[in-house]
């Protein structure tokens, strides 16, 4: 059964760093890459970081060198650190396997960055 819980969200001044945590079932997180997703209002889900089952790491153009996703496979949780956060960040963000995500999604968690 896939289970995913987001958490970390918050509001933030522009500039300013998050970190957000997204647990999900062990019997999906050790064979998978995972990746965090978000969906601002009247956008699509995007996704915007991955990590592969070995730890390499991939992003979106609006997101490189700024976020940096990381997995604690014994924890079965992968993280997001956000820094130099920017209003346009503003969004809900799910975690997923990526780059085809489960059918099943958490509740999310919001993120909003004030200017």
């Known amino acids: 059964q896939v289970q995913l819980v987001e958490s970390g969200g918050g509001l933030v001044q522009a500039g300013g760093s998050l970190r957000l945590s997204c647990e999900a079932s062990?019997?999906?997180?050790?064979?998978?890459?995972m990746g965090w997703y978000r969906q601002a209002p009247g956008n699509q889900r995007e996704l915007v970081a991955r990590i592969t089952t070995g730890g390499r790491s991939f992003y979106g153009d609006s997101v490189k060198d700024r976020f940096t996703i990381s997995r604690d496979n014994a924890k079965n949780t992968v993280y997001l650190q956000m820094n130099s956060l920017r209003p346009e960040d503003t969004a809900v963000y799910y975690c997923?396997?990526?780059?085809?995500?489960?059918?099943?999604w958490g509740q999310g968690t919001q993120v909003t960055v004030s200017s």
């Open positions: 062990r019997s999906i997180f050790s064979i998978n890459a």
């Open positions: 997923n396997r990526a780059p085809s995500p489960f059918p099943t």
